[in-house]
Nanobody, 127 residues
Framework: QVQLVESGGGLVQAGGSLRLSCEAS????????MGWFRQAPGKEREFVGG????????RYADAVKGRSTISRDNAKNTVYLQMNRLKPEDTAVYYC????????????????????WGQGTQVTVSS
């Protein structure tokens, strides 16, 4: 079992930036592919970005591609989501997730394939 704790959310002006962090417990962090999802009020939880076990492959949702960068530091048990040029449409609760038992280069965009979830961190982007 792994526990995930997100941080770094907050209120920013449109066009601004945030870096979200997710710290994982345990000694098996490098065995997980990691993902970021978000859920806005009244909407389904959606994929934002994902990263393979050692960071060799990344994937992004079209809505954030070019504005966001996911990265990880396995020595710190931490995955990051850098978000730039934020838009009001980015307002959501952002969740960190871990995908267990994946191959070395695997990155899935499918919500149901992720095994563990953090409690989320709120990102609010004002106009």
């Amino acid at each position: 079992q792994v526990q995930l704790v997100e941080s770094g959310g907050g209120l920013v002006q449109a066009g601004g930036s945030l870096r979200l962090s997710c710290e994982a417990s345990g000694r098996t962090f490098s065995t997980y592919a990691m993902g970021w999802f978000r859920q806005a009020p009244g909407k389904e939880r959606e994929f934002v970005g994902g990263i393979s076990r050692v960071g060799g492959r990344t994937r992004y949702a079209d809505a954030v591609k070019g504005r966001s960068t996911i990265s990880r530091d396995n020595a710190k048990n931490t995955v990051y989501l850098q978000m730039n040029r934020l838009k009001p449409e980015d307002t959501a609760v952002y969740y960190c997730s871990a995908d267990e038992g994946v191959s070395h280069c695997s990155v899935t965009t499918t919500l149901t394939e992720y095994d563990y979830w953090g409690q989320g961190t709120q990102v609010t982007v004002s106009s």
